[in-house]
């Protein structure tokens, strides 16, 4: 088990209360009863503002910015990770990125190593908190990471992992939603992670939308507002900050702005009823940050800027119109539709300027911390606009209870961390979502007396961040749970002619046949392989582990499920569902266009089938 200090022996123990108190001198006071010092309540904005009277104007600049760090641990990375810091940032550790930049923030990634297993994860914050707080003037980190469940998710196994969103909007339940923001929220909380970049409250109306898709509750506002206030209730509930993003809301776009420049066309009038609904109810929940879009939205600001650097947008709507006086995160500025207009020079100073709290994640720290530095001592940003960001920072800090209790106990990991509760939780809100599209005949329940040997076969995309995957061999081991004889066979997201050929002979000693398949096209060889399986005269049942819009292509196959995620919660979950453990309850949270005929829907937002009883 790793913590955070060292003692003079070379052992390693938690810091005390009485030295996290020290640390964080002239912040809060402590009163001492009985020899054990006990946090007084959280620092007022008087207290706030005298901490940011005697910060240098460096360490107010570098209190804006959320950066990335590699590494398992604040001061003793692995070598590759070391080499990755010097190269990207230009220190060694975590521990040098705050003396050197004395960043508000980091964000855990799991490609960034940091996020190995809980105990390891619990140690990196205590070990960031100690860096931090041991410098002249220290202060609090805010730890983040975006774990939206589902496709999304930077703390994997042994973590509690949920469906996504498109899968709770499937479920429709508000209670669901809640339970699932607080259990996930504890859970972030026992390892030190306490402001989370989730709930996505984008409406996705845009079947091709590259970057949303799955990630989104559904096409309807009032429903996705719904969920995204019950979320952010429970996390909030938790002690985690949540995040509605991606403001003013990125759910029609064919664009990934990773990637490119999106540009979204809607009216006003149609962003004020379809994409401002959910970001209006996250407003009333209380919610603690909102997190931009990198994209441009003509109607609310012609010129050309994206909304992350645009002031009519930010403080215009979102804070003038809208009433939010939270704070506000830009999404990631390594990103391509953030930079496609300005220098990664120009891109901080504007996002301040147009009203951001926070920069996220720049992919040069040392050019975006010297231009905003530069761009005060040259007059063009004041030192009173940063204090006004500043302070919605230091109440956050405080309202999580940062200044008090920077801290994590490691044994508050093994109470809270994919303990038993969580899972089955889990496992049973997962059961709500699953939806049955088609089940002609009655084919689906299977039963292991009709149909005892199945093949799994299908797409085995690479498995979101901590799941077991693969999805096939996740689905195949949970139907033999129930009964079944089942043997996977991974056939890939394009299987060639020669493994169709191989899944068509191992059906024929089959009883039925199990498709897993993802984003299936009017091009994809998917189709070829559902075909040729079909022709064999097995039974045929299609699960979409991603996108539910397949089974517009798939029109000759008798039973269609969607899962909505290839995690293994949710996997398994239509595994229950294909053997009648469970009955199908989920619900289209979207429309299913016609594949022949765009215009004209399929599948209607509310359908989906059950069992008779």
Not at 335 to 362: C, F, H, T
């Amino acid at each position: 088990m790793r913590h955070s200090t060292t003692d003079s022996s070379g052992s390693t123990s938690r810091p005390s209360r009485r030295t996290v108190l020290a640390a964080t001198a002239g912040v809060t006071a402590a009163l001492t009863i009985g020899g054990t010092a006990q946090a007084a309540p959280p620092p007022g904005d008087s207290k706030l503002r005298g901490l940011i009277s005697r910060m240098t104007l460096e360490e107010k600049v570098g209190q804006l910015f959320v950066m990335r760090v590699y590494g398992h641990s604040a001061t003793e990375p692995d070598q590759a990770d070391i080499d990755a810091n010097l190269s990207e940032i230009g220190v060694r550790t975590a521990a040098e990125l705050l003396a050197k930049y004395r960043v508000g923030g980091i964000i855990y990634f799991a490609w960034a190593h940091n996020t190995r297993d809980p105990h390891q994860i619990a140690a990196l914050s205590n070990g960031i908190q100690k860096a931090s707080l041991e410098l002249p003037r220290g202060l609090p980190v805010l730890v983040s990471t975006d774990q939206e469940h589902g496709a999304v998710a930077r703390v994997g196994k042994p973590a509690t992992l949920f469906p996504g969103a498109m899968a709770m909007g499937a479920g429709g339940s508000v209670s669901d939603a809640r339970t699932l923001g607080r259990i996930a929220g504890r859970e972030l909380h026992a390892m030190g992670i306490r402001q989370d970049y989730a709930p996505v409250a984008d409406v996705n109306v845009n079947p091709a939308n590259p970057v949303i898709g799955v990630r989104s509750f559904g096409s309807d506002p009032e429903a996705v507002a719904d969920l995204v206030a019950a979320e952010v209730t429970g996390f909030q509930r938790s002690g985690v900050s949540a995040t509605a993003k991606h403001f003013p809301g990125h759910g029609d776009t064919a664009t990934d702005s990773h990637y490119g420049f999106p540009v979204i066309t809607h009216s006003r009038e149609q962003w004020e009823t379809l994409d401002a609904e959910p970001f209006r109810a996250a407003i009333a929940a209380g919610i603690d940050s909102i997190m931009t879009a990198h994209i441009m939205v003509p109607a609310l600001d012609d010129s050309g800027d994206p909304a992350t650097l645009s002031r009519p947008i930010l403080t215009g709507i979102l804070r003038e119109e809208l009433g939010y006086d939270g704070v506000v995160v830009t999404d990631s500025l390594g990103m391509q539709g953030v930079r496609s207009k300005y220098g990664d020079d120009r891109v901080p100073v504007l996002a301040l300027k147009a009203g951001v709290d926070q920069l996220l994640n720049p992919p040069n720290l040392d050019i975006a911390w010297n231009a905003v530095l530069t761009a005060v001592r040259t007059g063009e940003l004041t030192e009173e606009r940063l204090d006004e960001s500043i302070l919605r920072v230091l109440r956050l800090k405080a309202k999580l209870g940062l200044f008090g209790a920077p801290y994590v106990n490691p044994a508050g990991v093994d109470r809270a961390v994919g303990i038993r509760s969580h899972l089955v939780a889990a496992d049973r809100i997962a059961e709500r979502t699953t939806t049955l599209l088609v089940n002609e005949g009655g084919l689906l329940p299977l039963a292991p007396a009709g149909h005892g040997r199945l093949l799994v076969v299908g797409a085995d995309p690479a498995s979101p961040s901590g799941t077991g995957g693969p999805p096939t061999g996740v689905l195949a081991a949970a139907l033999t749970e129930q009964g079944f004889t089942a043997t996977a066979l991974s056939t890939g997201t394009a299987p060639s002619s020669a493994t169709i050929a191989k899944a068509v002979a191992a059906a024929q000693d089959a009883d039925a046949v199990v498709v897993a398949t993802y984003n299936v096209t009017a091009s994809s060889t998917q189709k070829a392989l559902v075909q040729q399986l079909r022709a064999t005269g097995k039974p045929v049942v299609a699960v979409a582990v991603r996108n539910p819009y397949d089974v517009a292509h798939l029109p000759d196959v008798p039973a269609v499920l969607a899962a909505y995620c290839w995690t293994d919660v949710e996997v398994r979950a239509a595994a229950r569902v294909i053997a009648g453990r469970v009955a199908p309850t989920g619900k289209l949270p979207v429309p299913v266009q016609r594949a022949d005929d765009p215009a004209q829907v399929l599948y209607p937002v509310g359908h989906g089938l059950t069992y008779k009883s």
